[in-house]
């Protein structure tokens, strides 16, 4: 069972029909019990940074997100959920976020490109990994965001993509995985990259 965790922000069920389309169990839940039985967490993303950390701290759900990552189990972070996973933030001030990979949140500079970078952009190879297996170099998926994410690591990017500036797509650290686009929106590409991620838990 993989746990979709609830913090009253999020994709949740399009998450939850994906994983289920692809054959993966999935649960909506806040309850702190029931991630530390899963066999992996999901952390979606719609909002603010700030308002979002709030959201997880308020419910100690930061707490057992770091808990059950020191553990070895896995944790995707989808879009706003990816930039969670970095250390800080500079969306409408500056905010702590989980520190589970090393790095910052910025703006998309306007004067380059319109924001949000809204819409389809192709991926491009960073590295190999299995995570991204049975995906070629140019495929699409569907991105909505005004930040992105400045690693100190780029070992940890798998794929990229542009937007006036190169742009970690999907990032990979050990058991923690982060996807700046949304693979329940993004057809057979994202769908894969899903897919991929369940046989990583099996």
Known sequence: MISIIDYGAGNLKSVSKALEKIGFNSVITS????????????????GSFGDCMNSLRAKSLDRCIIENVSKGKYLLGICLGLQLLYEKSYEDGIWKGLGLLKGEVLRFDDALNKIPHMGWNNLIKGKEDVLSQNINDGEYAYFVHSYYVKPDNENDVVLWTEYGVKVPAVVRRNNIIGMQFHPEKSGPTGLKLLQNFGELIK
């Open 31 to 46: 309850n702190i019990e029931e991630i530390n039985n899963s066999k992996a967490m999901i952390l979606p993303g719609v």
